[in-house]
């Protein structure tokens, strides 16, 4: 009895803990982004894949001195009716206090001009890290 009662109390502290550790997510309305050195956060943009748009880190590229890329990942919106989209999440890294602009840009062929095209769409944010 004591046994299982060490462990589920051990099992509500990890996820605790993890619920506190996890990287904080911003949205599209976040433009304002303040993190410390060695933060990790995600930036949550709405992705549909199947329409041939794609999200890319745009120039001017932040300053790496402040910020850095860490990967990203596409998680599905659930069941239908509403799962006809996706959440795609940016992962990003402060590496030293400074201050710096993020720019996502949602485009189909992603080259010179993609801002430009028809359907592109960009995302603008300041990140200030402390």
């Not at 462990?7 to 996890?22: K, Y």
């Not at 993190?35 to 794609?54: E, I, L, N, Q, T």
């Not at 990967?71 to 400074?98: I, K, M, N, T």
Request: proline fraction near 7%.
């Amino acid at each position: 009895m004591i046994v299982v009662a060490i462990a589920a109390l051990l099992i509500a502290l990890h996820s605790v803990f993890s619920q506190l550790s996890a990287p904080k997510v911003y949205g599209a309305d976040d433009t304002e982004i303040a993190v410390f050195a060695g933060d990790r956060f995600s930036v949550k943009v709405a992705d549909s894949p199947a329409d041939g748009y794609r999200w890319i880190i745009a120039e001017p590229r932040p300053d790496p001195a402040v910020l850095k890329a860490a990967g990203g990942r596409e998680v599905p919106d659930g069941a239908p009716p509403s799962g006809s989209g996706a959440a795609r999440y940016l992962d990003f890294e402060a590496v030293h206090p400074g201050r710096t602009d993020l720019r996502l840009l949602r485009c189909r062929r992603c080259g010179t001009g993609a801002a430009d095209e028809a359907g592109a769409r960009s995302l603008n944010f300041r990140v200030t890290v402390g």
